[in-house]
């Protein structure tokens, strides 16, 4: 992939990417070769999971176990430190950021509380240390490559990546970051291609108007390099992860996976909507409205190629990839009371809006409802309570979602056909065709998701 002819590229590294020292130096190495301007960073990986159980410890008051996670988060990050031969006076931001992840958790010992604006503060942290330690590596690999007349400058995200207060899943606030990124765009935009300062960032961290640390949802970081994307007018957005762009299925569910090489934004979004981690499900948006190629590729070896995501692209097949969306629960709320009335669909669809909860497909007939949504939405015990209220509810678990993603689906003849006759012994519970043009999707028992994959993979994929 070349960057020859673009000017302002921001790169974000996924938490594989983060590693350790050595990930971080090949990482380094990447954003060098793209010129990127700005790169932003993802936790390194396991942190993110380690600070919500110590979150969770701390709440429970165990001690103990709260002491055994700072300190393995500690040396995780010390260790890549002393790896990148940090200096004594270089050390300080990450000892700092460690003491007071330290006291917050003692705090959240002390209190017995973790509030979800506490859980974010805590979380913060992985990306805050990955980040003071990027500074670094950048830096190593600049020196190596005799460009020590470019600067390394680390900046916190919420500066410029303004966020709602919806603490775990805050609304970025598109028209205050484009303020807040003025002055950036104009440093940036003053410097020639790959000769100016390189600025790094977290991910999926940002700050509320009044002040507290936010996140975006897991996975955020792809969202928030997005969203600076669009800040900062930039002409790529680079995705860095663990596989060389995005494939036909995820490469984990079979081998046969093939690589593609474009795709369009709406077959994307679609397909990290449906389940396809490789991207976070809103990171096409900004990219969308502002007309950004995005490129998702390997850090681990960028010869590999990836792939382009761009508004139109040479060729749109049919099928194009199939998506796994697992932890899924069937909701079905029948009552006869639908039947010639009008308004229950409202009431229903209301609750969900009340409770802030999506809900993935819908099918219905004259006296019932079914709707499809991931399975944490049970943990939501008034949303249940407000819905059983409206009739009969009954709710099948264990289910997942598998997608076949393409193009014209909805016009495609035979379709249909051709699915359930390469899987004519599994059952299939709902189906939903016809509201979006590239997607038709069905639910299965998740014992069977992935033979589904496998199996609809080689005949929609390898065989044509
Ligand atoms: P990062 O930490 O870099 O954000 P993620 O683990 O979030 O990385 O996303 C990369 C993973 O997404 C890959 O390792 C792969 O298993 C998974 N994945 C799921 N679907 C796809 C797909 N269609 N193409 C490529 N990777 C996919
Ligand atoms: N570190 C965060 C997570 O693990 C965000 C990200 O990696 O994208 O969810
Ligand atoms: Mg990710």
Not at 314 to 319: G, H, K, L, S
Request: with cysteine.
């Amino acid at each position: 992939m070349s960057a020859e002819n673009t000017s302002k590229i921001i790169s974000k590294f996924g938490g594989t990417s983060m590693g350790d020292a050595t990930c971080m130096l090949r990482s380094a190495e990447v954003a060098l070769q793209q010129k990127s301007s700005v790169v932003v960073v993802s936790a390194t990986s396991g942190t993110t999971n380690d600070l919500i159980l110590l979150g969770q410890v701390a709440e429970k008051g165990k001690k103990e176990d709260v002491q055994v996670i700072l300190e393995k988060i500690k040396q995780r990050h010390l260790k890549i430190a002393s790896d990148l031969n940090f200096k004594d006076d270089e050390l300080s931001p990450l000892q700092s950021h460690l003491q007071e992840l330290e006291d917050m958790a003692r705090g959240i010992l002390l209190l017995k509380d973790c509030s979800l604006k506490a859980k974010d503060a805590l979380m913060s942290f992985g990306e805050l240390l990955s980040s003071r330690l990027f500074v670094k590596a950048m830096s190593l690999v600049l020196q190596k490559n005799e460009q020590t007349n470019r600067h390394v400058f680390w900046f916190h995200a919420g500066d410029i990546l303004i966020t709602d207060n919806d603490f775990s899943k805050a609304k970025p606030q598109v028209q205050d970051m484009k303020e807040k990124a003025l002055s950036l765009k104009g440093a940036i935009n003053r410097s020639q291609t790959g000769k100016g300062d390189v600025y790094i960032t977290q991910g999926f961290i940002g700050k509320s108007l009044d002040g507290f640390t936010t996140t975006l949802g897991r996975g955020g970081s792809d969202y928030s390099a997005a969203l600076f994307a669009e800040a900062l007018e930039a002409d790529v957005l680079e995705i860095w992860t663990d596989v060389a762009g995005i494939a036909t299925t995820d490469p984990r569910i079979t081998n046969k996976a093939k690589g593609i090489s474009e795709i369009s934004f709406k077959e994307a979004s679609e397909m990290a909507v449906f389940g396809a981690k490789v991207l976070h499900p809103a990171t096409l948006l900004p990219a969308m409205r502002e007309d950004i190629p995005v490129f998702v590729g390997s850090s681990f070896d960028i010869n590999l190629g990836g792939t382009w995501v761009k508004r139109t692209v040479d060729f749109y097949p049919p099928v194009r990839a199939l998506a796994l969306r697992k932890n899924q629960v069937l909701l079905t709320l029948t009552t006869p009371e639908m039947l010639y009335t009008h308004g229950f669909l409202y009431m229903v669809f209301k609750i969900f809006n009340d409770h802030k909860v999506s809900v993935d497909s819908i099918t219905t007939s004259e006296v019932s409802v079914a709707m499809t949504l991931d399975d944490s939405t049970l943990l939501n015990k008034s949303l249940m309570d407000e819905l059983s209220r409206l009739g009969d509810l009954q709710v099948e678990e264990g289910l997942s979602l598998v997608s076949l993603i393409g193009n014209d689906l909805h016009k495609t003849s035979g379709l249909a056909k051709k699915i359930f006759e390469t899987i004519p012994d599994i059952n299939v519970r709902v189906i939903c065709h016809g509201a979006s043009k590239h997607n038709f999707c069905f639910l299965v028992d998740q014992t069977k998701d992935k033979e589904v994959v496998q199996r609809l993979h080689q005949k929609f994929i390898e065989e044509v």
